[in-house]
C-alpha cells in the first residue's frame, strides 16, 4: 500500500515487494477496534464487503476468519486501533485488502512471530501465521514502542 | 449474546444462535463447566451451526471446554462445524485434537448415550 502514507514507514517488512502503489481503492471502510466486540463486527463487515466480489463462501469464511485473527492481536496487545477494509483493482484483478493498524508496543520478533503456528500452540501465540496462509498476500510493519501495520489481501480469481 | 443451555435428560445442550464474542464464550464456558456439577449431566453438546467463524480463539475455547467438562467427569461433543468452517480451520492448523465432534445434534447425543453405556472412557473418537 502507501508506504508513505504509514506513519510507521518500513521498519520491518515480511514481503515488502507485494503490492505496493498499483492497486486503486475502489471501496473502503474503516471500522475502530476498542474490545472484543468489534473484533465480530470487523469481520461480519469484511464479510459482507468481500461478498460483493463475487468470492466463494469458503473464501468469505477465510477472509472473515483473517479478520477475527488481525483484529483480536489488536484487542489483546495495542487495547484498540483499525481495521480497514478494502475493495482493490489491480489489473484486471479484484480483490479485497484488510489492514490492522495499531499504535500498541510492536513485536519485537517479527521473524519469529511469523514462524510455525501449524497447531494451535502458536509460535509467539499472535495467529499471525495463520493469516499469512489464508491470504493471498501479506506484510507487516512493526516498531518497538510505535505499532504495528498488518496488511493482507485476498484476489478474486 | 448469550447461550441457552437447556438439559435434555441426563445432557446439557449449548446451542450457539449466533456469533459470539470473546468474552461470550468465556461466559460459555464457565456456565457449562459450573452446570455440569451443579445438574450431575454426564455429557454436555455444543452445537456451533450457526458459527460462520472459528478462529483461533474459538477453537482454544472450545477446546477448554471439553478438557476442563473432562475433568469434572463428563464428556463433550462438538457438533455442526459447518464445511467452509472447518475447510478454514484446516487451513489454519486448529484440529481440535482430542475433542470429540459430530455432524449434528442427533449424532451428538447418539455419541453421549454410547459413551454413557460403555463406562471406561478413555479414547475419544476423533483420535488423540
Given at each position: 500500500?502507501?508506504?508513505?502514507?504509514?506513519?510507521f514507514?518500513a521498519a520491518a517488512s515480511a514481503?515488502?515487494?507485494?503490492?505496493?502503489?498499483?492497486?486503486?481503492?475502489?471501496?473502503?471502510?474503516?471500522?475502530?477496534?476498542?474490545?472484543?466486540?468489534?473484533?465480530?463486527?470487523?469481520?461480519?463487515?469484511?464479510?459482507?464487503?468481500?461478498?460483493?466480489?463475487?468470492?466463494?463462501?469458503?473464501?468469505?469464511?477465510?477472509?472473515?476468519?483473517?479478520?477475527?485473527e488481525l483484529?483480536?492481536n489488536i484487542?489483546l496487545y495495542a487495547?484498540?486501533g483499525?481495521?480497514?477494509?478494502?475493495?482493490?483493482?489491480?489489473?484486471?484483478?479484484?480483490?479485497?485488502?484488510?489492514?490492522a493498524h495499531d499504535q500498541g508496543p510492536g513485536i519485537p520478533d517479527i521473524r519469529r512471530a511469523l514462524q510455525?503456528g501449524?497447531?494451535?500452540?502458536r509460535s509467539l501465540g499472535l495467529g499471525l501465521p495463520?493469516v499469512r496462509?489464508?491470504?493471498?498476500?501479506f506484510e507487516i510493519e512493526s516498531r518497538i514502542g510505535q505499532g504495528t501495520t498488518v496488511t493482507?489481501?485476498?484476489?478474486?480469481? | 449474546?448469550?447461550?441457552?443451555?437447556?438439559?435434555?435428560?441426563?445432557?446439557?445442550?449449548?446451542?450457539?444462535?449466533?456469533?459470539?464474542?470473546?468474552?461470550?464464550?468465556?461466559?460459555?464456558?464457565?456456565?457449562?463447566?459450573?452446570?455440569?456439577?451443579?445438574?450431575?449431566?454426564?455429557?454436555?453438546?455444543?452445537?456451533?451451526?450457526?458459527?460462520?467463524?472459528?478462529?483461533?480463539?474459538?477453537?482454544?475455547?472450545?477446546?477448554?471446554?471439553?478438557?476442563?467438562?473432562?475433568?469434572?467427569?463428563?464428556?463433550?461433543?462438538?457438533?455442526?462445524?459447518?464445511?467452509?468452517?472447518?475447510?478454514?480451520?484446516?487451513?489454519?492448523?486448529?484440529?481440535?485434537?482430542?475433542?470429540?465432534?459430530?455432524?449434528?445434534?442427533?449424532?451428538?447425543?447418539?455419541?453421549?448415550?454410547?459413551?454413557?453405556?460403555?463406562?471406561?472412557?478413555?479414547?475419544?473418537?476423533?483420535?488423540?
Amino acid at each position: 500500500m502507501d508506504a508513505e502514507r504509514n506513519p510507521f514507514g518500513a521498519a520491518a517488512s515480511a514481503d515488502p515487494a507485494a503490492g505496493n502503489g498499483r492497486d486503486r481503492v475502489l471501496e473502503e471502510i474503516a471500522v475502530r477496534i476498542d474490545g472484543d466486540t468489534d473484533i465480530v463486527s470487523a469481520r461480519q463487515k469484511g464479510r459482507v464487503l468481500a461478498a460483493t466480489l463475487g468470492f466463494s463462501s469458503s473464501e468469505l469464511t477465510l477472509i472473515a476468519t483473517a479478520i477475527s485473527e488481525l483484529a483480536r492481536n489488536i484487542v489483546l496487545y495495542a487495547k484498540q486501533g483499525e481495521i480497514v477494509l478494502r475493495v482493490l483493482e489491480r489489473g484486471d484483478q479484484r480483490g479485497v485488502m484488510v489492514r490492522a493498524h495499531d499504535q500498541g508496543p510492536g513485536i519485537p520478533d517479527i521473524r519469529r512471530a511469523l514462524q510455525g503456528g501449524f497447531s494451535t500452540s502458536r509460535s509467539l501465540g499472535l495467529g499471525l501465521p495463520g493469516v499469512r496462509r489464508l491470504m493471498d498476500e501479506f506484510e507487516i510493519e512493526s516498531r518497538i514502542g510505535q505499532g504495528t501495520t498488518v496488511t493482507a489481501r485476498k484476489w478474486k480469481r | 449474546m448469550e447461550v441457552p443451555i437447556l438439559k435434555q435428560g441426563p445432557y446439557l445442550i449449548a446451542s450457539i444462535q449466533s456469533a459470539l464474542s470473546d468474552a461470550d464464550l468465556v461466559q460459555l464456558r464457565d456456565k457449562l463447566v459450573e452446570q455440569v456439577g451443579r445438574l450431575r449431566s454426564r455429557g454436555v453438546i455444543v452445537d456451533v451451526t450457526a458459527l460462520d467463524v472459528m478462529d483461533s480463539f474459538a477453537t482454544r475455547t472450545l477446546r477448554d471446554i471439553t478438557f476442563m467438562i473432562r475433568l469434572r467427569g463428563a464428556e463433550t461433543v462438538i457438533v455442526g462445524i459447518q464445511p467452509d468452517v472447518a475447510f478454514t480451520m484446516v487451513q489454519l492448523g486448529l484440529k481440535l485434537e482430542g475433542v470429540p465432534t459430530a455432524l449434528d445434534l442427533e449424532e451428538g447425543i447418539a455419541f453421549l448415550s454410547k459413551k454413557d453405556s460403555s463406562p471406561a472412557k478413555e479414547a475419544s473418537p476423533s483420535g488423540r
